[in-house]
């Protein structure tokens, strides 16, 4: 079987009933297929690991999905990408963040460029259609916390860098016209 046909249909399996905090409520596996193929289009990667970890790369941290389940369906290499894609769910949320913040820096190349595409996609769904509850304050704290992993993922791959930045002027400038 293609093992990345493989790796959206294992996604799609796992996060079948969550959908994303958009009004829409677009259903949660159009997340990890934008991240692959933002990685693909945009950053031109073709390392197949990278884009099959970038599908599975919330299935750990969001649903009943296991690092060895993920190893013996997909290999080491990829489940070693998407557990260094995954928080502690251990740890309370704030700490989780700056976690996040610290660690950026000291992730493999792959990793980098697979969070560096997660967080883009994040804020462009973000500024396209935000979660309804977000009040301007709480997405603008959030582009600014985005930014600062974003600082640490940078560096790999600089199509994937400049789409970052863009996505973060963007928001800064849509928030601020909002708040005005
Ligand atoms: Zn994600």
Redo the contacts with the bound molecule.
């Keep these: 079987m293609n093992a990345l046909l493989d790796a959206v249909l294992f996604a799609a399996d796992k996060h079948s009933d969550q959908r994303r905090k958009n009004a829409a409520g677009t259903p949660y596996i159009n997340?990890?297929i934008e991240?692959a193929d933002h990685l693909a289009r945009v950053g031109n990667v073709a390392d197949q690991s990278i884009l099959i970890a970038a599908l599975l790369?919330?299935t750990v941290e969001d649903t009943e999905a296991t690092e060895s389940e993920i190893r013996e369906r997909f290999g080491c290499d990829i489940a070693a990408l998407v557990m260094e894609c995954t928080d502690d769910k251990s740890l309370p949320k704030q700490e989780r963040k700056r976690l996040q913040v610290v660690n950026a820096p000291h992730k493999s190349d792959g990793a980098k460029q697979i969070k560096l595409a997660?967080k883009t996609c994040?804020l462009r769904t973000m500024l396209d259609d935000p979660p309804q509850d977000w009040p301007i304050s709480r997405q603008l704290e959030y582009v600014r916390w985005a930014n600062e992993v974003i600082a640490g993922l940078k560096g790999i791959n600089e199509a994937l860098d400049n789409a970052a930045d863009a996505v973060v002027r963007d928001c800064l400038e849509h928030l601020k016209r909002q708040a005005s």
Excluded: G, K, L, M
């Design positions: 997340h990890p991240v790369h919330d997660d994040n």
